[in-house]
């Protein structure tokens, strides 16, 4: 399995501003995801990182509030633009080999005031 | 986004006590998977399933792939207390290049002495 570490941990931040959490993978792999897990729920996909191309979003979830980049094979990053207290979640990303397998990361812990 | 029927939503045992919870979808799936969640961390997958019919062991667990691929459920004997968590199933649908993971709403454990 892979070893996902995601930056920051956590962070307060407040109404209007914009985070960037990065999710760096000790090897590399051709699928990279991103979710958010709203407090005391499941975990819904954001979009799908594409490496060389842009991001492939689920339905709710736009390219102007979820800016993503995926640089190369290794790394990705999610923007939450223009945040509001409805923000406020867990933000996970994932990697998945050829198994069909995704294994995650520890997860952002975002606090919007 | 679409969420597979997880049952029980949560469950009181007591240690030693086995335990099993099962998943349900309305589409089928090319892989079952199940991960547990602790506070403060991000999901870590603990059995995946390839095969409908596919019947996986992982130490005290055990897990299967529904004959339809449209359901799985997850055992765990002897339940001790670090089984303390969050278990959550998951369908992953691949079509062509694209891959694509479904969660279910969780099942909370809480084990006692």
């Known amino acids: 399995s892979a070893v996902i570490s995601q930056k920051p941990s956590r962070d307060i931040c407040q109404r209007g501003t914009s985070l960037t959490i990065q999710c760096q993978v000790d090897s590399q792999v051709t699928m990279m995801f991103w979710y958010r897990q709203q407090p005391g729920q499941s975990l819904t996909l954001i979009a799908t990182a594409n490496q060389g191309s842009e991001a492939t979003y689920e339905s709710g979830f736009v390219i102007d509030k979820f800016p993503i980049s995926r640089p190369n094979l290794t790394f990705s990053t999610l923007t939450v633009s223009n945040m509001s207290p409805e923000d406020s979640s867990i933000y996970l990303c994932?990697?998945?080999?050829?198994?069909?397998?995704?294994?995650f990361g520890p997860g952002t812990r975002l606090t919007v005031l | 986004g679409q969420q597979l029927n997880q049952s029980p939503q949560s469950m009181f045992i007591q240690e030693g006590e086995d335990v099993s919870m099962n998943c349900t979808s309305s589409?089928?799936?090319?892989?079952w998977l199940w991960y547990k969640q602790d506070p403060g961390e991000g999901p870590v997958l603990l059995i995946a399933?390839?095969?409908?019919?596919e019947l996986t062991s992982n130490g005290r667990l055990t897990a299967q792939f529904g004959i339809t691929r449209k359901d799985s459920f997850l055992n765990i004997s002897a339940s001790i207390p670090s089984d303390v968590g969050i278990y959550f199933c998951a369908g992953q649908l691949r079509t062509g290049t694209a891959s694509k993971l479904t969660f279910g709403t969780g099942t909370r454990l809480q084990v006692t002495l």
């Open positions: 589409s089928i799936f090319n892989t």
């Open positions: 399933l390839y095969k409908a019919g």
């Open positions: 994932s990697v998945e080999y050829s198994t069909d397998t995704q294994y």
